[in-house]
């Protein structure tokens, strides 16, 4: 599984169509524990890349296909925070 | 052995186990080419032999057939032999192994003796052969002549056994198991199935023969924290009982420290007594983990001080004996000297007597088991203490105190005798994976003591390491007198680093986590299959004997496999590089399904898994680590049993960043006034509020560690 989602990850990372910007509001984080709990769980995902990470906010680029807002939720959340918004913008 | 003898080819090698057989009449040849080439040219079949230095069977088969005239000659005449020393090629013996077990249906061992085509493929084998037939085995003059009969009379046979042999090793050492994923359950289900089958009176595994097997304790002390109720409770008790048992067992040196390498006994009475580096070095690690456990207990102060007692007294044993002038670290010591099989290490009542002085060795052979029969071989007697100091006094109508006493008198006396002593033989050869064992508990130990000098004296071999051992910029498999050689295979580079990141949670210092770096970035360039995420043992350019394998077992120390990916996390953890982590995890997707079927032969594994499934769990300390109450804050962190710890401690950001840790650590965190240290705990994802004093970590600590 992880194997497959790396390789995926990697094999679309030139991509420039369906690519976006997002910022994300995020709840619940207090201090570097946090950023890293955050960035941790985000690095995995495929499709996500140029990601940054400070207490309450992360900001990165996203491939819409392979990782949808669904999915960029449904990810902090299973972490212990909250998504308060995400805001989208072009690449 | 003959010293007029002229030496054979071994004599320019550095492995003190081949310049032991340097002047057999055996014409041993080192493991390479030529030695095959010569095959080739005159069409002789191979005779390997591996053993090692401390091996006591390696060396009764020397005595009586490698240094045996009428046998050299025969083996000269028909065979190329070669000698290799396991400790020196793994890679190698690995293989042949792998080829014994196939071909006998059974494990192998050592002495391993192996016969192989100019190929390099082996067509027979067996392990120690006796000089006459024995209980229905074959002497070894014996197989030779069958060897030889089938190889002048049977060719096409060989040929086909070989060939055969060959395609069975291609499918076995390549095959790829089924990916699964780490997860916290492959812990649980692991402690489950080992727990039935502690040994509940005398501790450890099984029966007899009984070795230590650290790995699989490693996991239960983890369980032991993480695990609810009474299984957690069962899993401490267990590493508990081992420990202390062993520590009363003859399998400890009672006078200088230190464990032999395993017990002949279910009791841990008479051990084999070689020492080994790696045992000692993991041994040293589980008791300073047991002393935490007790601490995390509860348990009384006493309890918690003779089990780091343990550990402090395992590192006197490898700081007096086992280091050299750099403070790298020997490998192993030999059981015998003098002949005779743990001569240097036993006693008569006499002895004691003439060590101790009369008016204590009633009480000193009392406490130690030493009898006029002697409880060993020849009227000797090994050193255990079976009885309790309470039974002992009772029996002799002594107080408790008049005991202890007598016996602290005594116990420095003996060792200056046993000192005078002829010593065993000493491998004088430093290996990176096993000085990175060693090296790292020490520092562990050290920094939880508050030694420093301990803590300097580690980092200094650490550097020593990096300096001498990886001046190429590849790290090498072994260090001799202050030389450098071999090439590293996985285990060397996940154990050194690992030592690295242990160096760096004990002094803060950037170099310690730069070399951690280096070496893992070493791992990624040349031993990574990008196939299955797998990592291989030797690098993509060493040589490749029989097959490129990958092993994620545990052998009587740490896997490549267990060692590298824990280094990665940790690494990945500390640093924040998304690589390290990817490499570990798709490395343990490849490895978790067979780690789970063999927990006991996996423990390495299985720990490493935990952690990618579990997270860390992060100290970070905010201020400055030369400064008394950082140093205090710090202190008190060290005493805790943290599942899978990472300890930070940065004055701020660009500090961090200046060390090489993620700043991303410390966001949202400051010191106290005037630069008072603050701690941050973070398990897994959930982080707890800062505790600005040492109370108030406890606390915190105590909180994050409640099972969750
Ligand atoms: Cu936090």
Redesign the pocket.
Known sequence: MVARRTLAGERISGYARGMRNATLAIDG??????VMSVKRVLERLPGVTALQVDVGEARLTADEALAPEATLRATIERAGFTVEEIDWSPA | MDRQRPPNLLAGERSPYLLQHARNPVAWEPWGDAAFDRARREDKPVFLSVGYSACHWCHVMERESFDDEATAAYLNAHFVSVKVDREERPDVDHAYQLAHQLVAQRGGGWPLSMFLDADRRPFYGGTYFPPAPRHGMPSFREILAAIVEAWTQRREDVRTQAAELAGTLARVATRVPAPGEPSTELLAAAVARVLPRIDRAHGGFGAAPKFPNTMTHDLLLVAAVVERGARAKDAGDAVLLTLRRMRAGGIWDHLGGGFARYSTDAEWKVPHFEKMLYDNAQLLRLALHASRLLQHRGAPGSDVAAMLGVAADTAAYLDREMRDADGLYYSAQDADSEGEEGRFFVWTPEQVVAAAGGADAEAVCAMFDVRREGNFEHGRSVLWTPRSVETVAAALGLDVEAVTAAVERARPKMLAARESRPHPMRDEKCLAAWNGLALGAAADLAATVGDDAAVASARGALLRWRDVGFATGRLAHAVKDGEAYGRAFLDDLGGLAGAALDVFEATFDGAALGFARALLDEVLAHFVDAASGGLFFAADDAEVVLHRAMDPSDHAYPGGVGLATMALLRAADLTGEARYRTAAERCLAASVTSAKDHPLGMGSVLLAADRAARGPMTVVVVGDASRDDVRAMLRSARTWLLPHRTLVCATDEAHAAALGVDPSWMQGRSGGAGGAPVAYV?RGTV?QRPAADLDGLATVLRAALAPV
């Open positions: 984080m207090t201090c570097g524990g946090c | 973070c982080c």
